[in-house]
């Protein structure tokens, strides 16, 4: 009796798991596995039959081209700005909210409403917010006497500048996860600290963040993963321009495969990224473990 009710028992967890394992079979396992397949083909997708197996090829190819190896640093800078930009940022206004000061409800309210947005909407209006003879961001400069700026037609300007909008963007979602922990944080260890005498900066320091570390860990992961990610700003507001100045490592596969219909290059750069992300993702994961222990 006890047998057939746990076999019962597991055949109703299967069935409930069972459209998980096909959404990741089917989004996530057969596309990696064909695209370290096709990693090692010459595969073209105006003529796929046509396709040829050139070995390691691809990969030299990448190695050689300093276009991807500018992609390659690229998607590094947009994750460092992601990390160690958005994330204490994201800290000081989880901070400021976790008040409870009168107004931080409609605050909350309007840094998450960048988060739902549409990335291709807001991609656009910040594209003509950086215009670099009319646009809002000039026009505010302009009125405190500070000369226009080229933003997004600028080589140095370009890749910070659609590094400030995504930070913009997502800073709401950080936000949550950050405001999460510090609403799990007792408030009696802010009290004996304000006893002994501890300013803001020093309950920040010796309180806060090693109590929010868990928090801190999951958003760094998240912040890892969304600056790898960065794709729709790049496409709208500069294509990878001016000179290569902000592409990365996704906008170098979408250029490969589907302007150049290179798809054997575009894998070989996929795998390059997955492999990068699985060393990153891996060392936060045994942070995290280390942390949580």
Do not use: C
């Amino acid at each position: 009796m006890i047998l057939r009710r746990n076999m019962g028992t597991a055949t109703v967890a299967v069935l409930f798991l069972l459209p998980l394992f096909a959404g990741l079979l089917l989004f996530q396992w057969i596309p990696l596995v064909l695209a370290v397949k096709n990693s090692f083909y010459n595969l073209n997708l105006m003529n796929p039959n046509a396709a040829h197996y050139l070995g390691l090829e691809n990969y030299r190819n990448l190695a050689d081209s300093p276009r991807f190896t500018q992609a390659f640093i690229n998607s590094l800078i947009y994750t460092a700005g992601k990390i160690f930009i958005q994330i204490p940022l994201a800290l000081l206004l989880a901070v400021f909210l976790n008040q409870g000061i009168r107004g931080t409800t409609f605050v909350r309210g309007a840094i998450f409403a960048a988060l739902v947005a549409s990335e291709a909407v807001i991609a656009l209006i910040w594209n003509i917010m950086y215009d670099p003879s009319n646009g809002l961001i000039n026009v505010l400069l302009n009125a405190v006497s500070i000369p226009k700026q080229p933003f997004l037609i600028s080589t140095d300007q370009a890749l910070p500048s659609i590094l400030a909008m995504v930070i913009w963007k997502d800073i709401g979602f950080t936000m949550l996860i950050l405001l999460a922990g510090l609403q799990a944080i007792p408030e009696e260890y802010y009290e004996a600290a304000a006893l002994d005498g501890a300013g803001a900066w020093r309950k920040l320091y010796s309180i806060t963040v090693p109590l929010l570390r868990r928090s801190l860990l999951l958003a760094m992961f998240m912040a890892t993963l969304s600056g790898f990610r960065i794709f729709t700003p790049i496409l709208l507001m500069t294509e990878g321009g001016p000179r290569n100045a902000t592409i990365n490592i996704i906008y170098y596969m979408y250029d490969r495969g589907f302007r150049f219909l290179r798809m054997g290059e575009a894998s070989a750069a996929a795998v390059v990224m997955i492999g990068l992300l699985a060393v990153i993702t891996l060392a936060q994961g045994r942070l995290m473990r280390t942390n949580y222990d």
